[in-house]
């Protein structure tokens, strides 16, 4: 419970922080940083697509909601703290693995499509 309470206060303090003089948030060292925040995250899913394994979509996209749900979900949580973060994470990646994953069979908008790889 105190190694919690020591994680959030910290939390909350880079959070005050990032305040501007009225309170209101500060805007972050421009939307590249949080660009180039979630670019591994963006590699690894075009990695996936790759490999098969994954849907098309834009990484980048998908990286940078994936990134704002985490940011949601902690930035709940400071205010929140009775938020059970490890529900929340599981639920986000199931959330994210149903959002990604390649589909079994084909939807009607792939029919056309001339992808790489083959729906199992």
Known sequence: MAQERHVRDGRAQVVA???DGQGEPAAL??????????????????DGQRACVFREF?????????GGAIEGAVSHWLT????DLDAAASELE???LYAIERPRTRL???????????VL
């Open 29 to 46: 060292a421009g939307a590249a940083s949080s660009v180039g925040r979630w670019g591994m995250l963006a590699r690894l899913l075009a």
């Open 80 to 83: 929140h703290p009775e938020l």
């Open 108 to 118: 009607p908008a792939q029919a056309s499509s001339s992808a790489p790889c083959s």
């Open 17 to 19: 922080q990032s305040r």
């Open 94 to 96: 199931t959330f994210t």
């Open 58 to 66: 834009d990484p980048q996209t998908v990286a940078l909601a994936v």
